[in-house]
């Protein structure tokens, strides 16, 4: 813009200002109208709902976070108690028969179950051990209990397993289940006892 | 023991000594009786040799001494008791704490009779033991030794060694007084004299022990110790206390450790998946582990050598229960030892082969309990021991006479000494919870034995 024109709208603008006021009476103090209030008002109330929004998620979120949180412990809480019960059809024990080492009738639908967890698990590694009651001899003992650990390892192999995921260890005589001298006593001790050597902290059903 | 009381009168007076006669025969034939306990269960099975009776065996009296010498006289007096070879005969009257009888009195003691009579005295620091011939009247040999004081570790091993010469210079047999017998308490493994004095623990490891197992020469002994469900054999130096593992073992399950009589193999039992072998393994050049049994559907295990080292006999259970068989030292030749019954015949387990070679020592389940039993090695024939209780695990004195074993006769597991000539039983010890007995052959003169401290 020259300098000319620029001078010639300052005059303009000029009169335009004097034309407008007329008088003297100074310009009113800004007055609050109801306009200016509902706009605060509702302004002050769409901070307030954003905040209450804000708060509602939050609390939903919390109440997700917590839900979520509980469900997990209960998923997890649900999950302990599979694998406590898996461990626990997995460590009942079988019985034999006095100087014997064969799987009774009865004990094979145990290793069955026992087969089908290691099946469903197949990281879980376990170690069976054999052991015997007091009235063989104390050295024979020691080989009888391992054909027992051994003659178990077989029945679970002969179903699939694979055999280097089972140790076998014998005690012989020497860790007794129940003490005494009745034949309920050695009935008990004449056992295969099976303990989880690795791969046990999460099991499922078979 | 004879009661002598009633033979002195009769030989010295004259009307009263048939009654005292008659009253000699009553208490001694309820004595007889006792003595002749298991005895009496030799007499139903098949017997072939010698039988001794009590009565035939050489009387034998063991004179007072001086009270210093008191105590050397009683631990002499009680082994060659032990040895079962004499009637033992008590001086009328006599007295332990009496002051000994200066003169000798061979009719006296002829009229008892005593075939040998034992005086002890001292000169200077050297302790004389003399043995009388009783019916040629004169000294039949004079022994000397330095026994130490009472309270010196080796004193009563000292006094044994004299007995044990006591019995050479009379009947001319080896005697067992200056013998130990190794055994398991509480997983640990114990020492014990013959006589059951000094009990103490010489295993140093924590863990369970099992099956201890004399070296020859006795200076040293193999035991097995549970590891993590492995067996870990080992050998025990009893000078030094010291133990060292046998390497080829403990990566399984490896167990009842035996010695040729070389010294140089042991043979043990292995058990693996497939079954229980017995291996050898050649200690002296530490190597050539080699296996003899391949049981495959069987169990092999428990061997025990022969004195000339040619043979082992073991258990299998080849023909369905444990019995026990023969083979050659390299394996070879393997076939039945023990005859038995197919069927009727219960298991038999822990042979252990005498150091004279002549006899099998064994364990057999007779209707459910265990009894010990001899196998003649010449005939194959056995003969039952032991039928009072259970009784199990039979070790040999180095006298190839004398068994110790397992017994609960008296209410509780315990050690007892039987002497299968006469079939006489003692205790060795009288605490319970004692098993796996191991006799010592003859041990070296100055075996000095490490024992734990602390532990009795």
């Excluded at chain 1, 008088?23 to 007055?31: A, H, L, T, V």
């Excluded at chain 2, 006296?108 to 011939?133: C, E, N, P």
Aim: charged share 25%; proline share 6%; net charge neutral.
């Amino acid at each position: 813009m020259k300098p000319l024109q620029m001078l010639t709208l300052t005059v303009i603008a000029a009169a335009a200002v004097a034309g407008a006021c007329g008088g003297n009476p100074p310009p009113p103090p800004p007055q609050p109208n109801a306009d200016s209030i509902a706009m605060e008002r509702a302004r002050q109330d769409s901070m307030a709902r954003e905040a209450a929004r804000q708060d509602s998620i939050r609390r939903a979120m919390e109440e997700a976070e917590r839900v979520r949180r509980q469900r997990e412990a209960d998923s997890l809480a649900a999950l302990a108690r599979v694998t406590e019960q898996v461990k626990g059809m997995l460590a009942t024990m079988i019985h034999f028969d006095f100087d014997r080492s064969n799987i009774r009738a009865g004990d094979a639908a145990i290793l069955d179950g026992k087969v089908g967890i290691l099946r469903a698990n197949p990281a879980l590694r376990v170690r069976i051990s054999g052991h015997c009651d007091e009235r063989g001899s104390d050295e024979y003992n020691l080989a009888l209990g391992n054909r027992r650990a051994s003659s178990t390892k077989q029945y679970l192999v002969n179903q699939g397993i694979d055999a280097s995921r089972i140790d076998i260890v014998s005690y012989g005589e020497e860790r007794p289940m129940a003490m005494g001298a009745t034949e309920e006593a050695w009935a008990q001790n004449r056992r295969a006892e099976f303990e989880i050597v690795a791969g046990g902290d999460m099991l499922v059903q078979p | 023991m004879r009661v002598a009381g009633g033979r002195v009168r009769s030989a010295t007076r004259g009307t009263l000594s048939r009654r005292c006669g008659v009253a000699l025969l009553l208490t001694v034939v309820p004595l007889g009786a006792t003595a002749a306990q298991d005895t009496s269960a030799i007499d139903r099975g098949v017997r072939i040799g010698i039988v001794y009776r009590p009565g035939v065996r050489p009387g034998f009296v063991a004179l007072p001494a001086a009270a210093e010498l008191d105590s050397i006289r009683t631990i002499l007096a009680r082994d060659l008791d032990f040895s079962d070879r004499f009637e033992m005969i008590t001086l009328p009257g006599s007295d332990t704490a009496r002051a000994p009888t200066t003169a000798l009195n061979y009719p006296l003691y002829q009229a008892l009779g005593a075939d040998f009579a034992m005086s002890v005295s001292r000169r200077g620091d050297t302790t004389l033991v003399t043995v009388h011939d009783v019916p040629a009247g004169a000294v039949r040999r004079s022994l000397a030794a330095r026994v130490p004081d009472a309270r010196h570790p080796d004193f009563r091993q000292s006094v044994h060694r004299l007995a044990d010469q006591v019995l050479q210079a009379t009947v001319g047999a080896l005697g067992t007084a200056a013998t130990r017998v190794l055994f398991v308490r509480d997983g640990r493994v114990y020492l014990v004299d013959q006589d059951g004095a000094d009990v103490r623990r010489v295993s140093s490891g924590d863990r369970q022990a099992m099956s201890p197992a004399w070296a020859p020469g006795g200076r040293q002994f193999a035991y097995m110790e549970f590891w993590d469900g492995k067996g870990q054999l080992f050998l025990h130096d009893m000078a030094t206390g010291q133990r060292r593992d046998i390497a080829v073992t403990g990566r399984t399950l490896d167990f009842t450790p035996a010695f040729s009589p070389d010294g140089k193999t042991l043979a043990f039992s292995r058990a693996i998946e497939e079954g229980t072998d017995i291996y050898t393994f050649n200690l002296r050049d530490d190597c050539c582990l080699q296996r003899l049994t391949v049981g495959r559907f069987s169990d092999n295990l428990s061997p025990t050598y022969s004195p000339d080292g040619q043979r082992i006999a073991f258990v299998s259970t080849r023909s369905g229960l444990a019995q026990i068989y023969l083979m050659a030292a390299d394996g070879t030749d393997q076939d039945l030892f023990a005859p038995f019954d197919y069927g009727v015949t219960g298991s038999s387990n822990a042979p252990e082969w005498s150091p004279d070679g002549r006899t099998v020592a064994f364990h057999r389940d007779i209707a459910g309990t265990l009894q010990v039993f001899v196998l003649d090695v010449r005939t194959r024939t056995v003969r039952q021991l032991t039928s009072v209780g259970r009784n199990q695990d039979p070790t040999w004195a180095p006298d190839s006479r004398h068994l110790a074993f397992v017994s609960d006769r008296a209410g509780y597991r315990q050690l007892w000494i039987i002497d299968i000539e006469t079939g006489r039983i003692r205790p060795l010890l009288s605490q319970g919870g004692a098993r796996l007995p191991a006799w010592s052959p003859q041990l070296p003169e100055h075996a000095i034995f490490t024992s734990q401290p602390g532990e009795r």
